[in-house]
């Protein structure tokens, strides 16, 4: 079966000043029909910017480079033409922004921008597409839907505000929707409600559903297959469970780790010293070696390929070939602060 | 019912009018000060409208150009006459009825030509806006004064249409600014960006998206504008070359009376009250405009 959504060496630059930044440097991953797939990692390391070249919406100085395919119900998305691509945005696939206050414009009422969307694709009248838009409020949860559709995001919650974000990306039923971060601005008790929701228009309506965030709790609780990104790259790709039970590559051991655990008794988190390079001046061999507990025999500007380490399981550390080397952990060699690019 | 919601309990009960214009009105009426000067402005304005029925006299008709000439206030002219034998309050009163709808079409040229400018070249940046905000450059380093002068010293039997274009297209320059820096500043905004997500076109976006956003700033600079404007007229046909004889309007009822300024002092005084008072206010109202605005 041909999976729903196929990248390849997706390479996204940003032509600055201070050089080409390759914020997304050969990328590739798969989404299958109706399937839910995470991408982690910390700030900086190219989650967002993938999501963004899928939709096409990066601004200059940055570019999605030749040679990167983003492959979507047979189009090769990134060589359509504007008015297809257009076509395709909100209404193929779809995508809710972290912070719901500033994706709403403040100066219409909620409704119409539900509304709008229908009006974009759907050739509808403004009643009708009032009337939909007021059916997947209801969809989503919102209390008293006619009434809350007019009113303004200013007088809504956080929460209430989300469930709008989602509804304008459900209403095409589109076949992907892209979450970037969409719990991350919410309180903890409302986060949970919109995953749940999430996951339940998800088995409703079988739509894919692209998972963006840092939080691998998001993942654990919604997605089957996970990426995790670390400077530009896919650094370790596996099911959740597979994952979550055996994590491989160094980077995903630490973002594990420094997870808090109930129960556990701490004194400080353990976190993962240094910060991301920035992306004018990736490493030339692995990545994330400045950081690494571990080393290896290979040479340092060998970069590792992504390795076969289990059942769908892949990651891209030299320790796949030299496992010897993970029984001896040493002091990470550089802890560069602040060197990192947001 | 589907998805049930706990957080509907942090939310207030639904009150469906309030749309930030609404709201803004509402921050509006609630200063003194802006209603007082919305209702000065009201009166002014019914005055100019109702002109045929308030003037006592036909503004134009010079009934006895010996006997009736230069006379003082009294109480068959209150506002006394001009040396045509004029009524001056009944020009007043049609001034009114010119000084504001020069001042109102001409700010809408303005408005109309400084709003596609610099929304424009907000939105497209780039070279485009950088040519755009030269050529700008440019045209705001000519003084508009000078310039209005010089158009009307070369072409000096202008129509008031034509006075109203010109007056309208010397007048956008900076408006065209302010609205550029703001759809910069909009342009990059999350829900412009959420907005080419759901599959919005540029021009979609420019028109729906980012100009209702600048309806404030544009409010405020409109009747800013407007005020500026009846002045301008006023300076220009103070100076002879503005509204043609006969018509009335603040300004040349004004310039009737300069050769004998300390005698003929009610020429002067009337209308030139009026005028303040007319622009005292629409500047009044254009700040707590821009109060209410920036606050939020």
Known sequence: MTPLLSIRDLRTYFHTEAGVARSVDGVSFDIGEGETVGIVGESGCGKSVTALSILRLIQPPGRIETGSRIEFEGKDLVTLDDEAMRNIRGNRISMIFQEPMSALNPVFSVGDQVAEVMRIHGGVSRRQAWDRAVETLALTGIPSPEERAKQYPHQLSGGMRQRVLIAMALIMKPALIIADEPTTALDVTIQAQILELLMKLQKEFGTSILMITHDLGVIAETTSRVIVMYAGEVVEEASVSELFARPHHPYTEGLMGSMPHIGHEMDRLNVIPGTVPAPTNWPQGCRFFERCRYSWDRPEHEHPPLYDVGANHRSRCHLAVEPQHRNQPHEPLVIREGAGAA | ?296
């Open chain 2, 1 to 296: 019912m589907p998805g049930q919601t706990q957080d509907s309990a942090r939310i207030e009960p639904a009150r469906p009018r309030e749309s930030p214009l609404a709201l803004g009105v509402r921050a509006i009426l609630r200063k003194r000060s802006s209603r007082v000067a919305i209702i000065v402005l009201g009166v002014i304005v019914m005055i100019a409208i109702l002109a045929p029925f308030i003037a006592p006299y036909d503004p134009a008709a010079q009934p006895d150009i010996v006997a009736g000439k230069d006379l003082p206030p009294s109480l068959a002219h209150p506002f006394g006459t001009d040396p045509y034998s004029r009524d001056v309050l009944s020009r007043v009163i049609y001034g009114a009825r010119l000084s504001l709808t020069i001042g109102i079409l001409a700010t809408m040229v303005s408005l109309t030509f400084g709003v596609a400018y610099g929304a424009i070249a907000g939105y497209a940046s780039g070279l485009v806006d950088g040519v755009m905000m030269r050529l700008l450059d440019a045209l705001l380093s000519i003084p508009r004064l000078l310039l209005l002068l010089g158009v009307l010293v070369a072409w000096p039997h202008l129509s008031i249409g034509s006075l109203i274009l010109f007056l309208g297209l010397t007048g956008w320059f900076g408006l065209s600014r302010i609205v550029r820096g703001q759809v910069l500043a909009l342009k990059h905004a999350e829900f412009v960006t959420a907005a080419e997500a759901l599959g919005a076109s540029r021009r979609r976006i420019l028109v729906r998206h980012l100009l209702p956003n600048l309806v404030s700033p544009i409010a405020v600079a409109s009747t800013l504008g407007i005020a500026h404007v009846i002045v301008l007229e006023a300076g220009l046909s103070y100076l002879g070359i503005g509204v043609p004889q006969p018509m009335a309007s603040w300004g040349n009822i004004i310039y009737d009376g300069t050769d004998q300024i300390a005698r003929l002092w009610w020429m002067s005084l009337f209308p030139g009250l009026f005028m303040v008072i007319t622009v005292m206010t629409l500047n009044v109202l254009g700040e707590s405009l821009r109060d209410v605005y920036e606050r939020r």
